[in-house]
């Protein structure tokens, strides 16, 4: 998971860079970031699957129901939220949220690892 959330953040660092950047080009490097950020979902989904089957202290069956519906309702609020945004304040804006939301994943997760290990 954590690798997941490093390259993503790597991704969406890169295309907020490639939004402040003018050269011919770039837009292939856009899809190469984009095509990054899509693949990283499935190391991001089964990770988070895997971590909350193993760690729900209310059980399997209610943890992942939980983890189901935060997921979704992340979604949504993604989506209705990232589309105001960008209308708002640009595409960079979104890049540079969606990078400190991962980043703020990523410390979680580093956190969290560190705690267990102890």
Do not use: C
Request: hydrophobic share 60%; aromatic share 10%; no cysteine.
């Amino acid at each position: 998971m954590q690798i997941g959330l490093s390259l993503r953040l790597f991704a969406f660092l890169g295309l907020m860079g490639l939004g402040l950047a003018d050269f011919d080009g770039r837009q292939w490097l856009a899809l190469l970031g984009l095509a990054l950020v899509v693949l990283t979902w499935s190391l991001l989904s089964v990770g988070g699957t895997a971590l909350t089957a193993h760690l729900a202290p209310i059980g399997e069956g209610a943890g992942m129901g939980i983890f189901n519906a935060t997921t979704a309702l992340a979604g949504v609020m993604g989506a209705a939220l990232g589309g105001w945004v960008a209308g708002y304040w640009g595409y960079n804006t979104v890049s540079g949220l969606a990078a400190v939301g991962v980043a703020l994943g990523f410390l979680f997760a580093l956190l969290s690892s560190q705690r267990k290990a102890v």
